[in-house]
């Protein structure tokens, strides 16, 4: 830990740093960050992540790129709008004063900051999965097909439906028909790219096409499986080493807040009980988690793309 990041992160004085510097042992170093932990600013910390990031698109504007790298990067793209609006939302929420009592705007619905990340928690396990994990070109090759296919047979289904409604009220379904063909052609080329690639060959017990309709990522490994988008919570760990550390059960805790059930219901008006709407607790760890969140896509992107560390050098002179 710098004294930089000390003094512009967590508050510390340029007298309280002297204080540190003396200190005579780690322990005792470490006593003293542990007692100021709660001077920790996650508004400035947020702030220089964002700034990070729009900086970091704008390195890649414009570059050449093959269509899987276009995608990686529009993931980050994609991250970097969920961070911004969970910036705008904390700011009028208050929710940076994570140490203090927090008084909510009750015009800022907090089931909408932990849906944000959700978002950027599930953001991070597709990019794990289909960008980062595949250790060679076949296997991202494969992971991103099938990325895409899961797509176009949730089209297939959603269209096959509109086309049966829409020849009951008698309505005209030719353009439609038009784009199911086109989204089976897509599929079958797209599957006939995975099933005739090296890896697929030597995994013949892998069906990657019933796989594939079921389910929406694949691992690839000596055993290829299926797992669904909000499956990705049971595989995290296999992702980030720090999931059962730090992220344990944290999906099926967003999750509450994505949609209005029972318990969502309930977990927001408990939010506002109280005098002046104070609230701690599972906020608090909203703000907490999404910087980390973000910080933890940043890092396995730099992996995927080194090219951004320069970026961060700069961005840290």
Known sequence: MTYRFMKKY???????LMHYEAMPSEEDRAAFRKSHRHTLN????????????IKALHTQKGKPTDEIKRHAQ????MLTTKLLASHVLFQKWGGYNIEKDIKLNPIVDPIVLGGLARSIYETLGVFQLVYLLPENEEKQLIAFKLWQR????????DIEDTIMLNK????????LQEQLQFDKEQCAQLLSDVVNTAYAVSHKDCDFDS????KSLVI????PRFISLSGIDGKMDYCIPLKNVVFKNLYSILSHYAHPSYQAEEQFGNEFKGADNN????????VSVTAILVVCFISSYIVYDNSLQEVLNDDEK
């Open 10 to 16: 967590m508050g510390f004085t340029d007298e309280m």
């Open 42 to 53: 996650y508004e400035v910390i947020i702030e220089t992540i964002v700034g990070f990031l």
């Open 74 to 77: 529009l993931e980050l793209q």
């Open 150 to 157: 899961h797509s176009f047979l949730d089209n297939i289904k």
């Open 168 to 175: 009951n009220i008698r309505h005209d379904t030719s353009k």
């Open 211 to 214: 796989g594939n309709v079921k």
């Open 220 to 223: 690839l490994d000596d055993d």
């Open 279 to 286: 609230s701690e607790g599972s906020y608090n760890m909203i």
